[in-house]
Every structure is written in structure tokens, then in C-alpha cells.
């Protein structure tokens, strides 16, 4: 019950602080002009995922009881937050950004006590424990998975789809047990918290304008989700195996990762933004937006449902990692010869075009 009242305190605080926000959106510069890689249509409030940081620590703090651990989760996003909200609108350098998330992840870990306590059996071996190293390497969990849904946010819809099929996943895993009631509170209500702001980016009626979600949202979103994966999949009271979160966000940490690698074959920075992600694919293709979007949320899907179901189904982790690898190198190939088609298809069009001069 204290999960469900949650949920709806924080869409009713978001729906809410949506409205009031929007006034402020251009006083503040929390706007987003269409540019080289932007290619919409005028000033666009960035304030979506303010909202529903609002929403979901208003719903939080007064639906349930506020325990160390979470409070400084709130504190940490709160600071995330506001750092996104002063990058849309100053636009701060990558590298001040990454160095904040290391801190912020740090403090969030250390000062929460929670971490990666192991891999799982990923090999087949036995467990996987991380020990003096789990902090370290929640901390790169921390800062993998806010990236990657910030990277993933390249058209209407899709960051908060995306998000919200995890969370919805999320909500289920934890509902098995009764232990997990905060997590659950906070997987239902960011949900609802996203769903005004979803409703406003796709402009669903009553919404009119449309909002996007801005740096503060998507790096929160990746912040909440791998802080209640980590809540989730302690060695005791688990609800979840490690493995099964790979595979609840799997396309934004496949995309990401493989774009990474991709720049960095190429010697340029692995933080530089360019329009090389699975959505300007699919764009490119020849693809609308709509079609993207729900395309890529249907693989999205496919890949939480295949996770689930071995969850529940207690498929062995090493059989669950070994597919997560074999879809990475398949993407990556895929990838690959993808933009090579591309070029080889733009040469060809480009002689044919000289000869018809």
C-alpha cells in the first residue's frame, strides 16, 4: 500500500511541478535550439525531467520512511539534477561532467554502504565476488548506466520509454518480496513521475507543447535505475540475480558501449556526441521518429523479457551472459557494417549523380 500511495503522490507532484515549470523554462535558458545535430523545430523546454525528480522525491519523502541509504540517494540526485539542469543551460565541458558523477557515485556508494557485492556466476565457475572491490566497481555501474540513458535521449520518447520499461521491470522483480518495499516505491513512482512528462514529449492530449527531458532527467533516470539495481542484488535477500540487470538495460548500455568503442577505433573521444546511435539509424533508414521509437522499444522489450524469464525461469547466469555477449558482438558487427553500407551507398549516388551531369 505505502508503494502504491508513492506512485501516486509522485505523478500528481510531477504533473504539477511540470505546469509551474514550464514558465521558467526560457527565464533560466532551459531551452533546446535545433542545431547540427538537433533537428527540431524551435526553443523546447528542457524541463521534463526536472518534473519528475520532483515528482518521485516529493511522493518518496512523504509515502514512505526515508532510511539512511535512500536519503543520500536524494541528496546525490539532487546535486545530479542540478548539475544536468546548469548543462542545458551552459552547456558544461564533458570532462567537468564525468568527474562529478565519479563524486557523486563515490558519495552515494560510501555514504549509503550499499554496493555490488558480487557478478553472480557469470562463467560458470561459481560466484563472482567482488569484496573490496564491489565499491569500485558500483561506482562504474553509477557512472556506465547515467550515461547510457543520456546518450540514448536523441528523439521524442525514447529515453523515457526505455526508462520506464526498466523501472516497470524493476517494480516487478522487487514485488516477489516483501523486503524490497522501498525499491519498489521508487521503481512505481518514478514511473508515474515519468508519465506527464512522456505524455507532454509526444504531445499526447491535453498536452499541446512539447517538453523534453534535458540532461538533468536522463542522467537521473540512469542514476535511480542503477541505484535500485544495486538495491536489488545484494548476495542475501536478492531480488534478482546480477545478470538479470544487464538485461533490463541492455539496448541503452549496448548502444552506448558500442559507440564508444566504435569512436575510439577511429581515435576520437569516447565523449564526443555525434549522430551515429541506433535511433539516427533507424532515421537514416528512412524511419520516422514514431516508427523509430517504437521499433526500438519493442527490441527493448525483447531483451527485458528475455531477462525476466530467465530470472524466473533460474536459467543459469552463464548461460545468461554468454547471450548478452553474443548480442554485444552482433550489434557491434552490425554496427559496423551498417555505416560502411551507408558510405558505400553515398560513393555510389554521388558517381551516379557526375554521371547524369
Known amino acids: 500500500m505505502e508503494a502504491a500511495g508513492t506512485s501516486l503522490l509522485s505523478g500528481i507532484f510531477a504533473l504539477i511541478s511540470l505546469r509551474m515549470l514550464m514558465p521558467f523554462a526560457v527565464k533560466f535558458r532551459l531551452v533546446d535550439k535545433p542545431d547540427q545535430r ?41 546535486v545530479l539534477v542540478l548539475l544536468g539542469a546548469l548543462d542545458d543551460a551552459r552547456d558544461l ?17 560510501y555514504g549509503s554502504g550499499d554496493s555490488l557485492e558480487s557478478f553472480g556466476n557469470l562463467v560458470g565457475l ?15 555501474a553509477v ?9 540514448i535521449d536523441g528523439i521524442d520518447g525514447l529515453a523515457g520509454s526505455l526508462s520506464l520499461i526498466a523501472l516497470l521491470s524493476l517494480a516487478l522483480l522487487f514485488s516477489v518480496s516483501a523486503e524490497h518495499e522501498a525499491g519498489l516505491a521508487l521503481s512505481l513512482g518514478l514511473s508515474c513521475a515519468l508519465i506527464p512528462y512522456l505524455m507532454a514529449n509526444l504531445r499526447i492530449p491535453p498536452f499541446k507543447r512539447r517538453i523534453f527531458m534535458g540532461d538533468a532527467g536522463s542522467m537521473f533516470i540512469g542514476f535511480a535505475i542503477v541505484w535500485l539495481m544495486i538495491q536489488g542484488a545484494p548476495l542475501e535477500g536478492a531480488a534478482f540475480r546480477p545478470v538479470t540487470a544487464l538485461w533490463l538495460i541492455a539496448l541503452p548500455l549496448i548502444d552506448m558501449v ?21 535511433h539516427h539509424i533507424f532515421m537514416r533508414a528512412g524511419f520516422s521518429d514514431r516508427q523509430a521509437l517504437v521499433l526500438i522499444s519493442l527490441v527493448a522489450m525483447l531483451f527485458v523479457g528475455f531477462g525476466l524469464l530467465g530470472e524466473f525461469l533460474q536459467i543459469p547466469e552463464w548461460v545468461m551472459f554468454s547471450v548478452f555477449v553474443v548480442v554485444f558482438a552482433l550489434y557491434d558487427f552490425a554496427l559496423s557494417y551498417v555505416w560502411r553500407l551507408q558510405k558505400l551507398f553515398r560513393r555510389k549516388s554521388n558517381v551516379n549523380a557526375g554521371l547524369a551531369r
Not at 570532462?95 to 563524486?103: P, S
Request: proline share 5%.
Open 258 to 278: 558500442a559507440i564508444m568503442v566504435r569512436r575510439a577505433r577511429k581515435g576520437e573521444s569516447v565523449m564526443r556526441p555525434d549522430r551515429e546511435h541506433l
Open 143 to 151: 557512472i556506465g548506466a547515467t550515461n547510457a540513458f543520456n546518450m
Open 126 to 140: 561459481g560466484v563472482i565476488e567482488l569484496g573490496v572491490f564491489g565499491p569500485l566497481v558500483s561506482i562504474a
Open 38 to 78: 538537433k533537428l527540431h523545430k524551435g526553443a523546447v523546454p528542457l524541463v521534463g525531467g526536472v518534473s519528475a525528480f520532483v515528482g518521485v522525491s516529493l511522493g518518496f519523502m512523504l509515502g514512505m520512511p526515508l532510511t539512511s541509504g535512500y536519503l543520500v540517494f536524494l541528496l546525490c540526485a539532487s
Open 93 to 109: 565541458p564533458a570532462k567537468f561532467r564525468l568527474l562529478a558523477q565519479v563524486v557523486l557515485g563515490a558519495v552515494l556508494v
